[in-house]
């Protein structure tokens, strides 16, 4: 039996396991962080006048920030362009059997035309579809708002290499955990803005693109973006339209994500750690 977590979220729940060698050997209660779906459904105005909905997306998410997740997967998908395009959003229906609401509706001003085509075959491609990589880069150009090669955004070699420390010390569901992936955007003295966590890396930095999409503060072009783990074609995607100047990983990048940060003018630094990292794309913007 498992109980949920001492958040208000129930981003962690507690699991009675057996821990075999190390300083407490025997039965203990461990932190598991909760991975449960997040069904998002949209409602929005049909040409004849008449509202529908539609359930477009569901992923799989740690509990926590889901405002902030449907807005951001709404807005790197190009369903929304600016926060008055969605009138409401939240939880929608019963609680599952967990105690939290799955599913959560967004409402889109009447005013908001829905391309349902766009919906059905999803503008960007994974790696794995079997669509080629000038086909996807192809589609962030044609969805991409906003032009990164004239951002002045810089940032010293040595605050780079301080984000990786920065980053985990806000991590709290993380320390708890130890199983979540993390976002974090960063000024250019290295502060750490907002922090994002989920089991999803891409949730976390829907969550970030969410926030300031709410808040009305797109593009983030004077911020960074830190991921815990690599950097895919999706999460670059996802910085680019939100006009992220920056993106450092801790991890690898993707042969499309490096191509993606050039074709776009991005920086993309991968492999980051306390004493090195590598410059994939954009190295002028590191002093």
Known sequence: ??????????????????????PRTGAVQDAVATEEPLEIRLGYTLPDGKR????????????????????????????????????????????APSGLVNVLRADLASD?????????????????????????????????????????FEVM????????KALRAQQSVFEQTGGLHASGLFDTSGRIVV???????????????????????LPLGDLGVIVSGRASFELMQKATMAGVPLVAAVGAPSSLAVELAQEFGMTLVGFLREDRFNVYAGPERIR
């Not at 349902?116 to 990589?133: A, I, M, P």
């Not at 994002?196 to 503060?217: C, M, P, S, W, Y």
């Open 1 to 22: 039996m498992s109980s949920r977590g001492s958040d208000s979220t129930g981003s962690f729940r507690h699991f009675p396991v057996h821990n075999v060698g190390g």
């Open 52 to 95: 529908a909905q539609r359930s477009i997306s569901v992923t799989m998410r740690t509990p926590g920030n889901d405002e902030e997740l449907a807005a951001g997967f709404l807005f790197t998908e190009g369903i929304v362009r600016r926060a008055g395009d969605i009138e409401s959003i939240g939880p929608h229906g019963p609680p």
């Open 112 to 152: 908001v035309s829905v391309n349902l085509d766009r919906l059905e075959r999803n503008f960007y491609t994974t790696s794995s579809c079997g669509v080629c990589g000038k086909a996807s880069l192809d589609a962030v150009a044609f969805q991409s708002h906003y032009d990164l090669r004239d951002n002045a």
């Open 157 to 164: 070699g040595e605050t780079l290499q301080a984000l990786p």
């Open 195 to 217: 922090v994002r966590e989920d089991v999803g890396r891409h949730n976390t930095l829907d969550k970030l693109i969410g926030q300031a999409f709410l808040q009305d503060r």
